[in-house]
């Protein structure tokens, strides 16, 4: 059968795998501008490969990527819509203008669904990749219109967007709210999926210089393509209509995200109809909860076209449909009401993360940003009202339980009711419990807000709040094991509906028994703390206390036998004596260090040169954690002692109220575990 | 009737090709039988029938067959029904040039021929209409004679061969002369027939399609079928007979046929027939409004099923103007939108076109995983952390110097993009436009950043990287700390060496002195102080020698040194070597005039003997290096500005000298002698050369991959060189192994000073101008198959660097497990382990 058969230069191997950029344009007889933009579409990136045949600076294309974007169908399009060009051209300048729009009709459209199910052959798969297109459709959601960007492509990423946060809310399924400077960060989880975005916080309305809009456009018109496969099965999955119709007008005027979807559950319009006929009719009577101003008008205007008999039908529906209002929003008794008012400080519950709101009636005042908290308010189970908004609730509505403001001047009007700042919301979110009100009330500097995103290490930095956060998780957890004992403390305030008095009671109206118990624990506590930021000072690299309680306990009972009054004295001494006691101790250790670090060093000699580069880069990075960590140590000691980080001292630093009523919060827990330890 | 006998023949021969394989003597009988059968009629209708019934068959698009099928004749018919249809076709072409070829079948082959002719003639009439057909016979009259030949011909040749169809043929003439006066009809070859019966009658010159001139000078005129000669009668007739032939009454209706040589006298039907012609008038008997009968490719009489002539070109023309006229009409239609042509599709199909349909709705079915390329997932961005919070942590933001810091780095080395800010509500949180930018470059990234897989080791211990290796404590002893500081000299101290024994150490230093040291006290027995910069001393390595050798600028000085007080101390050993000896010293000379060796004696000179000078060895250039052969008789030296010849061997007790070298390329810079072979080793600027002394012979050549060469030592075994560099390299060769390294090493952080091995213990050591002293254990195995081990010990760094030089020399303790270095800080320093 012959011999082996003889490639020539450039027929066989490795380098015809890839393809330069240059050569792929040319071989597609396409503008480079053109190939970008398939690119972007096709979801084809440059490859590295591990020899560069053709030059080093150059990028290279998988070749077999731009063997099958020769077959690409959109690439017809495009030429297509070229000759279009062309004859549209042609037309307006021979003023056919009726051949014109004959024409205009028929302009081929680029279709991206092959694509879509090219890219992303499953669901899954599409999910997994939503970051970005959700990122970039909030961001175009949030600009202003310009010859660059039009204004039905902004208003269909707004369309968008909503359409997503609208299943987001029925779905439940957000999970963590981060506020940044760049933005807010929301993480849903989305059929198993983590899907982290960002929306701007603000209307974008000034553009940037050095950004091409062409290729942002190009991407966009993927992800508007993509995102809508997506909202439609998700809306599906859980039993409603895609396309939601949305009230444009309300759309326009930013109403509330539920409002402005006329759409309703499948499954629920399909019961309307059948069912609860009796049940309407005193329903309707005994609606005292708010309707749907919408739903009202509808109601009017049937009433005025169609015949009684048809009214009553119609009425029905509304009613119905009132009622899923109430289920959605989670209408909310007067009694229930109380027992949410009382339950909300001191003791706050580890719930269900999608039910955390379940009950509230948050109402957003004017100056805070609307539709960030009414989105994660309402994928929380609450209910949301703001000034303007469709269903007209009042400010002075019974009904609310709490009221967001962000001004520090405002002032409390309503006792039935929690004035908190935007930030409590995101907090209590990302930390899955309702925290304590008095560290957000009003003219109070929030503690810090910290990313739920970090994951923490051993060897990495815990900030403050953190420690106090996981405290107070740890101690939720165990109030709620116990929450049967302790009972009897919370039946003393169920009859106050100020809750600034609540919190201010809870301090004084404490049983006798305990005072001086939580006395001594204060104290302890204090003197703990303090020990450990000295100890922080003296060896800041073993860092491994954190603030929980169960690791405080055990050490205090070792800690008793030193003197707890005489602190800094009785540290330095013990420092003083220790140190000889080290010097013996430890001189074998640390020969025993300066052994081992020698041997490294010179285990360092021998090391290979492939390893030599990797061992460098992580012990640079080590080294970088550490001084990280270690500047963010002192600047924290800095902001303890009173300063600001550049070690001024703070000019005027408010008074922090809140702090020792959380630390009251925590005292009670210790009692308790006191208590149960007795 | 020509016609109707060519068809059955065709059939014949048809059914004979078909049949080829499986019996051809049947095939050809039977279409003989048919033949022989009485009736003209009878024959027409066998040989047409199963034509025609399989041109049905193969069509079917005929509805009727207007051919009378005789009864007679069934069984025939039945035969040919077994021809294969599929092969009848694609034959047809075949069947001709086979027997075109096939000389045996003459009598077939000349009628299937004249066949095909006709057919053909058949087919243009056909299509040509009525005009054309009158034309012809029109021709036909006119080249009578020429028609005739070959028809005559043809006729006469098959009578002759086969009786059968001479009868055939006598039978058609009958037929016609029975049936002159039959009514014309549409079959287009009833002319032929008729004209045919005419030709066969006067037929009778054979001579075929020649020129007639060529029987001029003959009586005759031809040969009849026979071969008997036709003789001329009408043309050998004279000018009075042939006016006499004019007398006839027919004279004016009568034809000369010059073939035949014969007068032919035309009948009335034929005056007839010319008459209408002339006329411009239908042929008698012709109704010109018969009904039409469309044959179409599939005549009834055609032969074959399907015709073979090529379509003409007009029917790839449309058929003009119905067609054009439509498709203006439609044009219009839509142009003027009469016709909506994307008119609003169904509900589904708008849907479809704005992608409210699930994408994913056959997700669940398995499918065949198709061979698409496997794309790398773009990673996910990185998530925020604490500082980027609106609310951080005071303690991440920035300091005033942070902030300095941050402004002046580079925008990609900063740790984040922004400088954290802490506000104290949402309230106040600013715009940041700069969100677009960063969507922006995710998206550049996303379709302009080239992707690969790597495995990611993700690690914090980096000291997984690091080889194990044994531990140093169990390799004592080795210097491991500073013992002992010999201060004395007042410029950095170049060079070092230790006597054989151990007990001295010489120095030589910038301040131009010579030093000897006795090592366990400290002190200084000896200085000499010389003109210029000691560049290198050495003892002489042979414990019976009290040497040591010391080069300065360009000279090499030997010194007995007086170390305890006198001479007399010297062993006799000493004085001999260094006793001139008497003869050769001239021609010795003469070998090398560059280097001079001065006996120093006499008064001027009493300092240098008493100080115990008792050599000097001039040369042109400045001597950097100098090595002693183990014996103690040889040393060499090297100084590298003398360039070609700077290596110098000199024999110390003839008082000689030689350059072995005479045509190095670069300039040598250190030399080495095997510790016990006549082998030496010479070090260019980057490669090694080792010699063999007696055979005067290269025998390896050491590629070192080093840019410079600052020094080489041999191991006391000989089998291993180690090789320090300027470019801070290290470099273990091991000769068995290879030319090349066997190991790099690559730790001093700047220029490599000296290398030297332990002279009895497995220690090796080197220096640098980064301070530095660094102890290994090299151990060499007697075992060939077992590399080196090579295990780092201990680093010395007590040296103090001046004008960024460091430790310039080092040398082990013959015996000891300690290292002497001296540095640029004009210390020697000892430790000890």
Not at chain 2, 382 to 403: A, I, R
């Amino acid at each position: 059968m012959g011999g082996i058969k003889k490639f020539k230069k450039g027929e066989k191997g490795e380098n015809l795998k890839f393809i330069t950029r240059n050569e792929a344009v040319k071989k597609l007889q396409i503008s480079l501008k053109i190939f970008r933009k398939l690119c972007i579409l096709k979801g084809i990136h440059p490859r590295d490969p591990k020899k560069k045949f053709k030059g080093k600076h150059k990028t290279y294309y998988y070749s077999k990527d731009i063997k099958y974007l020769q077959n690409e169908k959109v690439l017809e399009i495009i030429r297509a819509r070229k000759v279009f060009k062309d004859r549209e051209k042609k037309l307006i300048n021979k003023k056919q203008f009726g051949a014109l729009k004959n024409l205009k009709e028929n302009r081929p459209m680029i279709t991206l669904d092959h694509i879509i199910k090219e890219r992303y052959p499953t669901f899954q798969d599409a999910l997994k990749d939503l970051d970005d297109c959700l990122s970039l459709i909030h961001l175009f959601a949030n600009m202003d219109a310009s010859a660059k960007v039009r204004e039905n492509q902004i208003l269909a990423c707004e369309r968008l967007a909503r359409e997503f946060q609208y299943y987001i809310i029925q779905s439940k399924s957000l999970r963590k709210v981060f506020v940044s400077v760049k933005g807010v960060y929301y993480q849903a989880d989305v059929m198993g999926e983590t899907i982290t975005w960002i929306t701007p916080l603000n209307y974008l309305s000034k553009k940037e210089k050095e950004v091409d809009y062409g290729v942002m456009i190009s991407f966009l018109e993927f992800y508007q393509a993509l995102m809508k496969f997506v909202n439609y099965r998700l809306f599906t999955s859980i039993g409603l209509t895609y396309p939601p119709t949305i009230d444009d007008a309300k759309l326009r005027k930013c109403d509330s995200l539920i409002n402005i979807f006329e759409s309703k559950p499948q499954q629920q319009t399909k019961t309307n109809n059948t069912t609860k006929k009796s049940k309407s009719t005193t329903a309707a009577a005994a609606a005292t909860t708010p309707v749907d101003p919408k739903l009202k008008k509808l109601e009017e205007k049937i009433s005025k076209i169609n015949s009684k008999e048809e009214k009553e039908i119609k009425e029905q529906i509304v009613e119905e449909d009132t009622n899923m209002l109430q289920v959605n929003s989670s209408g909310i008794s007067k009694d229930f009401e109380d027992l949410v008012g009382n339950e909300s400080d001191n003791i706050p519950k580890i719930m269900d993360v999608t039910t955390l709101f379940k009950g509230f009636h948050f109402y957003i005042s004017r100056e805070v940003p609307r539709h960030m908290l009414e989105f994660v308010i309402l994928s929380f189970g609450g209910r949301v009202s703001f000034p303007g908004s469709g269903d007209k609730v009042k400010e002075v509505n019974q009904s609310i339980t709490h009221q967001i403001v962000d001004r520090s001047n405002s002032v409390k009007v309503h006792n039935t009711r929690e004035y908190i700042q935007p930030q409590w919301v995101f907090d209590s979110v990302n930390s899955k419990l309702l925290l304590p009100y008095s560290e957000y009330t009003i003219g109070v500097i929030p503690p810090a807000h910290l990313s739920p995103f970090v994951e923490y290490e051993e060897d990495s930095y815990i900030p403050a709040r953190k420690q106090a956060l996981d405290a107070l998780i740890n101690s939720k957890e165990f109030a709620d094991a116990k929450i049967n004992t302790n009972a009897e403390q919370d039946d003393d305030n169920d009859n106050d509906n100020d809750n600034r008095k609540q919190v201010d009671s809870d301090g004084e109206s404490d049983d006798e028994d305990d005072e001086d118990l939580e006395h001594l624990e204060t104290r302890y506590t204090e003197e703990l703390r303090k020990e450990q930021s000295k100890k922080r000072k003296s060896s800041e690299v073993d860092d491994d206390d954190e603030e929980e309680e169960d690791g405080e306990e055990d050490g205090e009972e070792e800690e008793e036998e030193e003197d707890g009054e005489e602190e800094s004295e009785s540290e330095s001494e013990s420092e003083q004596v220790a140190k000889p006691v080290l010097t013996k101790k430890q001189r074998d250790e640390l020969n025993k260090q300066k052994q081992a670090e020698e041997d490294t060093k010179l285990a360092e000699l021998m090391i290979r040169k492939k390893d030599k580069w990797i061992y460098n880069k992580v012990k640079e990075t080590n080294q970088q954690r550490a001084t990280a960590n270690q500047t963010l140590l002192e600047k924290r000691n800095k902001v303890e002692s009173g300063k600001d980080v550049n070690g001024n001292v703070k000019v005027a630093p408010q008074p922090k109220k809140p702090a020792p009523l959380v630390k009251k919060s925590q005292q009670k827990q210790q009692q308790a575990s006191k208590k149960q330890k007795k | 009737m020509n016609k109707s006998k060519v068809t059955s023949k065709k059939v014949v021969a048809e059914t004979k090709v078909v049949n080829n394989k499986k019996s051809e003597p049947i095939a050809v009988s039977e279409p003989k039988k048919s033949v022989s059968k009485p009736t003209t009629t009878a024959t027409t209708t066998v040989s047409k029938s199963p034509v025609s019934t399989i041109t049905t068959q193969i069509l079917g698009k005929r509805t009727k067959t207007p051919v009378v099928r005789d009864e007679e004749n069934e069984d025939e018919k039945l035969d040919f029904g077994n021809i294969d249809l599929n092969n009848y076709n694609s034959e047809d072409d075949e069947d001709y040039e086979s027997e075109e070829d096939d000389e045996g079948d003459d009598e077939e082959d000349v009628e299937s021929q004249n066949g095909s002719i006709v057919y053909s003639e058949s087919e243009e009439e056909e299509e040509g209409g009525i005009n054309k057909a009158l034309l012809e016979a029109e021709e036909s009259l006119v080249e009578y004679q020429s028609e005739d030949d070959s028809g005559s011909i043809s006729s006469k040749s098959s009578s002759s061969t086969t009786t059968t169809t001479t009868t055939t043929k006598k039978t058609n003439n009958d037929e016609e002369e029975v049936a002159p006066n039959k009514q014309w009809t549409n079959d287009p070859n009833q002319f032929y027939d008729s004209d045919d019966s005419s030709e066969d009658e006067s037929l009778v010159n054979r001579i075929g399609n020649i020129p007639l001139e060529w029987y001029d000078d003959y009586d005759h005129i031809g040969y009849d079928v026979d071969g008997n000669k036709i003789m001329k009668t009408e043309s050998m007739k004279d000018s009075i007979d042939k006016y006499l032939d004019q007398q006839d009454p027919n004279f004016w209706r009568t034809v000369y046929d010059k073939v035949n040589d014969k007068k032919v006298v035309l009948s009335d039907d034929d005056m007839a027939l010319l008459k209408s012609i002339q006329n411009k008038h239908f042929i008698p008997g012709y109704d010109p409004y018969a009904d039409w009968y469309d044959s179409g490719n599939n005549h009834p009489d055609s032969i074959h099923p399907m015709h073979n002539a090529p379509v003409p070109k007009r029917s790839f023309f449309p058929n003009g103007t119905d067609e054009e006229r439509e498709i203006r009409r439609l044009t219009k239609a839509i142009r003027m939108g009469w016709i909506k042509l994307n008119k609003k599709g169904k509900k589904g199909e708008k849907d479809k076109k704005d992608g409210n349909f699930d994408l994913w709705a056959d997700e669940g079915e398995e499918k065949e995983k198709t061979k698409g390329i496997r794309r790398i997932a773009a990673p996910k961005q990185k998530l925020p952390g604490n500082v980027e919070s609106f609310n951080p942590p005071e303690e991440y933001l920035l300091n005033e110097n942070e902030l300095k810091a941050w402004h002046l780095m580079d925008p990609r080395e900063r740790p984040h993009n922004f400088i954290p800010q802490k506000y104290q509500s949402l309230r106040q949180l600013p715009i940041y436009n700069k969100l677009i930018k960063e969507r922006f470059e995710r998206c550049l990234d996303l379709y302009l950043c080239p992707r690969t897989t790597r495995v990611k080791q993700f690690t914090k211990d980096p000291t997984k990287f690091l080889p194990t290796l044994p531990k140093p404590q169990d390799l004592r002893p080795f210097p491991s700390h500073e013992e002992i500081q010999f201060l004395g000299h007042k410029a950095r101290v170049r060079s070092i060496s230790i006597s054989p024994n151990g007990q001295w150490l010489a120095s030589g230093s910038d301040d131009c002195t010579i030093k000897i040291w006795e090592v366990s006290s400290t002190r200084c027995l000896y200085s000499l102080e010389v003109e210029s910069e000691v560049q290198t001393v050495a003892w002489n390595p042979n414990p019976i020698y009290n040497i040591l050798a010391v080069g300065y600028s360009n000279k090499i000085i030997i010194i007995t040194p007086p170390l305890f007080g006198t001479q007399t101390e010297h062993s006799p050993e000493t004085e001999k070597i260094l006793t001139k000896p008497p003869t050769d010293s001239s021609t010795e000379q003469q070998q090398n005039k560059s280097v001079n060796w001065y006996q120093v004696t006499g008064a001027d000179k009493a300092k240098l003997l008493e100080k115990g000078v008792r050599i000097e060895i001039h040369h042109p250039f400045t001597v950097k290096n100098l090595t002693w052969h183990y014996k103690g008789d040889y040393f060499s030296t090297t100084s590298p500005e003398e360039g070609t010849r700077s290596v110098k061997i000199h024999h110390l007790s003839k008082r000689a000298t030689q350059s072995p070298f005479r045509k190095s390329k670069t300039p040598n810079q250190v030399t080495r002698f095997h510790p016990n072979k006549p082998i030496f080793f010479v070090a260019d600027q980057n490669i090694i050369r080792v010699y063999d002394l007696m055979k005067q012979e290269l025998i390896k050549k050491l590629i070192t991959g080093c840019r410079y060469i600052s020094s080489i030592d041999i191991h006391p075994q000989g089998d291993n060189v180690i090789m320090g560099g300027y470019d801070k390299k290290v470099c273990w060769f091991d000769l068995d192994l290879s030319v090349r390294p066997y190991k790099v090493l690559n730790y001093h952080k700047m220029a490599v000073r000296k290398v030297i091995y332990h002279p009895t213990l497995p220690l090796f050591a080197s220096c640098s101008d980064d301070l530095s002293i660094h102890v290994f254990h090299g151990m060499v195995y007697d075992d060939l198959l077992q590399n080196a081990l090579i295990v780092p010990l201990k680093i010395l760094k007590t040296h103090e660097s001046i004008n960024d030089l460091g430790v310039l020399d080092i040398v082990f303790h013959p015996k000891q497990p300690w290292i002497f270095s001296s540095g640029a800080d004009s210390t020697i320093r000892l430790y000890t382990n």
